[in-house]
């Protein structure tokens, strides 16, 4: 039984969660999503999991691409989708599911986890993430509820995704900055580059505030939403978050 785990993370909580899950699991390969035109050839796996982040009212765009881009050999493989959020996690399940629909593929379970400050430490998060291993294991079928609220704020996506490449233009870097190059190596989008020794945003962004969130220096601010709260996940170390992106 081979199972993979296909993660995008930012401010650390889709890896929190990738790697909690992971250890309830059988040995599954981590493996981060970012940005690239190639197509992905999954052959001979059971089990696929997305951990993914809601921004900007949705699913990221390079992780609908990355999904776009997926070639699965095993068609009964189990397919599920791990959904971070804030607490306004709209209809972000539905956008991976329809997604998988267009390449002939079902959606088996969709989980969505709610995170608070320092929650990813708490009894509830170890009986929460116990209890989708669980499922997961057993691969059940699992579908959201949406609501009208859901749909309304994920019909706005659309043109939010039309602006949040250009939204890097707000970020700024003050005099911190030492140029050690950790935003271009934690970037999943690849929308950085150090030029002078100073970050360069390339216009391709996707606001997962992993450069601003992850900056030693704390040398990069901004007007844009990605720069409003300075919040990594605490239990996720800068070393973790910049293994699995670098090993892939």
Known sequence: ?????????????????????????????????????????????????????????????????????????????????VITNGGMPCASAEQIRKQLKKKGLELSAEFL???????????????????ISELIRNRQMKRTVLTMRDRLLTSANPLAKLLIPSEDKKFTVNKNCTG???????????????VDGKPVWLHSCEQCAACFSWCPSA?????????????????VTLNQMLAHTEKH
């Open 219 to 235: 040398a990069i601010t901004g007007t844009n939403l990605a720069a409003r709260t300075r919040y990594r996940n605490s239990e």
């Open 1 to 81: 039984m081979k199972n993979k785990i296909y993660y995008f993370s930012g401010r650390g909580n889709s890896l929190k969660t990738a790697l909690d899950i992971s250890k309830r699991l059988a040995s599954p390969e981590l493996i981060p999503i970012k940005r690239t035109s190639e197509s992905v050839s999954v052959e001979n796996a059971d089990s696929i999991g997305f951990f993914t982040p809601v921004i900007d009212l949705g699913i990221p765009a390079c992780v609908l691409s990355f999904i776009d881009r997926l070639q699965i050999d095993n068609r009964n493989a189990y397919l599920y989708a």
């Open 113 to 131: 986890l709610t995170f608070g400050i320092n929650w990813s430490d708490s009894e509830e998060w170890q009986t929460k993430t116990e209890q």
């Open 180 to 194: 050690c190059g950790t935003c271009e190596k934690i970037c999943p989008a690849g929308n950085i580059r150090i």
